[in-house]
């Protein structure tokens, strides 16, 4: 689409909007291409609180070139690429359960997200994804247009499934809790980055006794969330359970966790009407 500005209107603005903060996201182009009309499409037909909320759409003169640009809210926290090498467990938490949800969101609505990666999320003021970037979005069974090396396994096929989706989340799953299992590359195969961290994560476990389920996976996880859970034997062992369904998000399409199992873990472990009241 092209560049993002934050721009903060008064009550008095010759677009009749309330005041407060706004995101000018302007086209490289001076006219709308499929995949912008088709984002546009998306925001009006889904307006969930985790997912951007659209405001409005116009033109106007930007270095002596008539643009078109959308209007959105200003959401303040940034991407989730920018923040989540500095997160500490709370946060990884509200992320990955907000995210979870939003995506579920999504797919009950009919439509799969073929791009989700952390660039697409950004981070309301409570630390709460919010889908972004939402041209790749396409109704279920339509063809995947856009996507991301990486994050897809390449043995899905092009047809847009909640499995594109849950493969992609439990990427970003592995990266929050362990670090960079991939990078946001196109030349990245997702289905080798699956297998060899998934074959990575069965010898650790093989190491255990049955006995320690998911102890193994300790290795696995960041230094920082080591140290931090030195003192947080609860937490440990729910970042564990969280690290162990993000595996089971990157098997092959057959023994796949769903999207519906991801947020019966959520609801199992936290109830979203207990923690989450700006969800």
Not at 68 to 83: H, I, M, N, Q, R
Not at 158 to 178: C, K, N, P, R
């Amino acid at each position: 689409m092209g560049k993002v500005y934050k721009v903060q209107l008064s009550n008095e603005n010759e677009w009749q909007l309330q005041a407060g903060d706004y995101a000018f996201k302007l086209s490289k182009a001076t006219r709308w291409n499929i995949q912008t009309e088709s984002e546009v499409s998306v925001l009006e037909e889904l307006p969930y609180k985790n997912l951007l909320k659209l405001v409005g759409r116009g033109k106007g003169l930007v270095s002596n070139r008539n643009l078109k640009f959308l209007v959105t809210d200003w959401v303040p926290g940034g991407d989730l690429e920018s923040a989540r090498k500095d997160m500490d467990w709370d946060q990884i938490m509200r992320v990955l359960k907000s995210l979870a949800y939003a995506v579920y969101v999504v797919h009950r609505s009919g439509y799969c997200l073929c791009d989700l990666k952390p660039e697409n999320v950004l981070l309301d003021q409570w630390g709460n994804a919010v889908l972004c970037d939402l041209a790749g979005c396409i109704k279920t069974g339509g063809h995947v247009e856009i996507e991301t090396g990486g994050y897809v396994n390449n043995e899905d096929g092009s047809v847009a499934t909640w499995e594109h989706d849950v493969f992609s989340y439990g990427m970003i799953v592995l990266q929050l809790l362990t670090g960079d299992v991939t990078k946001n590359n196109t030349g990245h195969n997702g289905f080798e980055i699956a297998k060899n961290i998934i074959t990575r994560a069965e010898e650790l476990t093989a190491e255990k006794e049955a006995a320690e389920e998911n102890a193994g996976l300790v290795k696995l996880l960041k230094e920082q969330l080591i140290e931090q859970f030195k003192q947080m034997k609860k937490e440990k062992e729910i970042a564990l359970g969280l690290l162990h369904l993000g595996l089971r998000c990157l098997r092959d399409r057959k023994t796949r966790v769903s999207d519906l199992e991801v947020m019966q873990h959520f609801h199992d472990i936290a109830p979203f009407d207990m923690i989450d009241s700006q969800l």
